[in-house]
Nanobody, 125 residues
Framework: QLSLVESGGGLVQPGGSLRLSCAAS????????VCWFRQAPGKEREGVSC????????NYAESVKGRFTISRDNAKDMAYLQMNSLKPEDTAVYYC??????????????????WGKGTLVTVSS
């Protein structure tokens, strides 16, 4: 049974760091691109970052460039989002999602195939 499960969210002070994880199972993870999305209260969901299935290509939303790093370990069927220098405006539910994408890395607004249920990140003092 296909599954994507996020973990690692929590409460962190501004300027702090968190590492989100996404555990995949039930499908050929290494054939899919992985993206992280987030949805803040009262706002639309937005793409944060994507990584190609080969790990070679990545992209980031302008709002997180230089602070967030996406990665994946295909041997473990895992994806990660390292978040540094967190700001209150990063507060959101973060979701991982996958899509079969054969050309580099999908754009952040690409229609994803499978989604996790999300993990809450709260940045507050």
């Amino acid at each position: 049974q296909l599954s994507l499960v996020e973990s690692g969210g929590g409460l962190v002070q501004p300027g702090g760091s968190l590492r989100l994880s996404c555990a995949a199972s039930g499908f050929g993870f290494d054939t899919y691109a992985v993206c992280w999305f987030r949805q803040a209260p009262g706002k639309e969901r937005e793409g944060v970052s994507c990584i190609s299935r080969s790990r070679v290509y990545t992209n980031y939303a302008e709002s997180v460039k230089g602070r967030f790093t996406i990665s994946r370990d295909n041997a473990k069927d895992m994806a990660y989002l390292q978040m540094n220098s967190l700001k209150p405006e990063d507060t959101a539910v973060y979701y991982c999602a996958v899509v079969y994408y054969n050309v580099r890395v999908p754009p952040l607004n690409y229609d994803m195939r499978y989604w996790g249920k999300g993990t809450l990140v709260t940045v507050s003092s």
